[in-house]
């Protein structure tokens, strides 16, 4: 079954450095999306992506945070300067179509540590 | 804008037993999806069924089903003959036209052998 492919699984990173987070979709899926989910707490919407852009950013999304698709495969969460705070898990998914209707693909997540 | 409630944080049930996990909601859309995301300990996010709003039937996948009360924004999840790898964080969601999950904050569900 396809999969959506996150790397790397876990990175500790020092306060004010830049991360770089990566997902793979699926191939053929054309929405993709970022969530974040601080330990203990619940799932939330960061960005969502399509045709080359941005559709929809939650407050969460400031300045610090971009998105980006390189090369048609990868999808890309980059944090400019990390702060404490940005220590959570970041998990990517993808969406054949309107994700409401075909529903959503995650992949394994990404555990961000900032020290 | 949408809240996903689940006010239980936590519940038990003895393995080969029926439990059931609360949820409601709160949407001004006419359109919508509801789901149940189970998260083990790897913490990844497993999708375990979807609900259409303007489907009256109740959405099942084998020991998985809901009960959806629309007219009362409420999803509530039931797990038939529970098993020891249903224990897990479970996440109600909703989502509209804009495509965009929201998320409950989750129950944590043990299963007791």
């Known amino acids: 079954e396809p999969e959506v492919t996150q790397t790397p699984s876990h990175q500790v990173t020092q306060m004010g450095q830049e991360v770089i987070l990566r997902c793979v979709p699926i191939?053929?899926?054309?929405?993709f999306y970022w969530y974040r989910q601080i330990l203990g707490q619940k799932v939330e919407f960061l960005v969502s992506?399509?045709?080359?852009?941005?559709?929809?950013k939650s407050e969460i999304f400031d300045d610090q945070f971009s998105v980006e698709r390189p090369d048609g495969s990868n999808f890309t969460l980059k944090i400019r300067s990390t702060k404490l705070e940005d220590s959570a898990m970041y998990f990517c998914?993808?969406?054949?179509?309107?994700?409401?209707?075909?529903?959503?693909?995650f992949g394994s997540g990404t555990r961000l540590t900032v020290v | 804008a949408q809240t996903v409630t689940q006010s239980q944080p936590e519940m038990s049930v003895q393995e080969a037993e029926t439990v059931t996990l609360s949820c409601t909601y709160d949407?001004?859309?006419?359109?919508?999806?509801l789901f149940w995301y189970k998260q083990p300990p790897s913490r990844q996010m497993i999708l375990v069924i979807r609900?259409?709003?303007?489907?009256?039937q109740n959405a099942t996948e084998n020991r998985f089903s809901v009960n959806f009360q629309k007219a009362a924004k409420s999803f509530s999840l039931k797990i038939s003959d529970s098993q020891l790898g249903d224990a897990a964080m479970y996440f109600c969601?909703?989502?509209?036209?804009?495509?965009?999950?929201?998320f409950g904050k989750g129950i944590t569900l043990s299963v007791r052998p």
């Open positions: 992506f399509y045709n080359n852009e941005i559709s929809e």
């Open positions: 191939s053929n899926h054309l929405y």
């Open positions: 969601a909703d989502t509209g036209a804009n495509s965009k999950l929201t």
């Open positions: 998914a993808s969406s054949e179509g309107q994700g409401s209707f075909y529903g959503y693909t």
């Open positions: 609900q259409e709003a303007y489907k009256q």
């Open positions: 949407t001004s859309e006419s359109d919508y999806y």
